[in-house]
C-alpha cells in the first residue's frame, strides 16, 4: 500500500510540474505576443511607389534616417511604409517631402547609430549559435572517435 501512493504521489507531482509548465510557457508566450502587438510593422515600397503616394499627398509624416538612408512614412490611411533615397539626395528628398505637406523629422546622429546597429545584432547572435552547435557538433563526433576505438 505503501509503495502504490509513492506512485500516485510521485504521478500527481509529475502532473503537477508539467502543469505548471504548460502555464508558465503560456503566459510567457502571452507576454512575448503582447510585447509584439505594439512594434509597428514596415512594409518597403519602390520609389515610383512612394513618388506616387507622395504626389497624391497620401504621407501624413516621415522620419529620415540620414545613415541608412531610408524614410520611414505613415501615410493618412494609417499603414506605414519604408523607403529609401540615393546617395547625396538627402537635402532634396526632404525638400520634396515638405513641399507635399509632409511632416518631416529627421533623426540625430545618436539616434541613427542606433538604429543602424539594431540589425547587426541579430547577424552577430545567428553566428554565436552556429559556431556553439558546430562545437557541439565536433565534441559529440570526437567523444564517439573516442570510445569507439576503445571498444575494439
Given at each position: 500500500?505503501?509503495?502504490?501512493?509513492?506512485?500516485?504521489?510521485?504521478?500527481?507531482?509529475?502532473?503537477?510540474?508539467?502543469?505548471?509548465?504548460?502555464?508558465?510557457?503560456g503566459l510567457l508566450g502571452g507576454v512575448?505576443?503582447?510585447?509584439?502587438?505594439?512594434?509597428?510593422?514596415?512594409?518597403?515600397?519602390?520609389?515610383?511607389?512612394?513618388?506616387?503616394?507622395?504626389?497624391?499627398?497620401?504621407?501624413?509624416?516621415?522620419?529620415?534616417?540620414?545613415?541608412?538612408?531610408?524614410?520611414?512614412?505613415?501615410?493618412?490611411?494609417?499603414?506605414?511604409?519604408?523607403?529609401?533615397?540615393?546617395?547625396?539626395?538627402?537635402?532634396?528628398?526632404?525638400?520634396?517631402?515638405?513641399?507635399?505637406?509632409?511632416?518631416?523629422?529627421?533623426?540625430?546622429?545618436?539616434?541613427?547609430?542606433?538604429?543602424?546597429?539594431?540589425?547587426k545584432h541579430h547577424r552577430r547572435i545567428r553566428y554565436i549559435?552556429?559556431?556553439?552547435?558546430?562545437?557541439?557538433?565536433?565534441?559529440?563526433?570526437?567523444?564517439?572517435?573516442?570510445?569507439?576505438?576503445?571498444?575494439?
Amino acid at each position: 500500500m505503501i509503495g502504490r501512493t509513492r506512485h500516485i504521489t510521485r504521478a500527481a507531482v509529475a502532473l503537477l510540474l508539467a502543469l505548471s509548465l504548460a502555464l508558465c510557457g503560456g503566459l510567457l508566450g502571452g507576454v512575448a505576443m503582447a510585447a509584439d502587438g505594439g512594434a509597428i510593422v514596415y512594409t518597403h515600397e519602390s520609389e515610383a511607389e512612394f513618388a506616387k503616394q507622395l504626389a497624391a499627398k497620401e504621407v501624413e509624416s516621415v522620419i529620415v534616417n540620414k545613415r541608412l538612408r531610408t524614410l520611414r512614412a505613415t501615410l493618412t490611411d494609417g499603414r506605414h511604409v519604408l523607403g529609401s533615397y540615393p546617395k547625396h539626395e538627402e537635402p532634396a528628398t526632404v525638400a520634396r517631402l515638405k513641399a507635399h505637406g509632409a511632416t518631416v523629422t529627421i533623426l540625430t546622429k545618436q539616434q541613427a547609430s542606433k538604429e543602424a546597429k539594431k540589425g547587426k545584432h541579430h547577424r552577430r547572435i545567428r553566428y554565436i549559435v552556429g559556431g556553439a552547435v558546430i562545437l557541439v557538433i565536433v565534441i559529440a563526433g570526437a567523444v564517439l572517435f573516442v570510445s569507439r576505438r576503445r571498444r575494439d
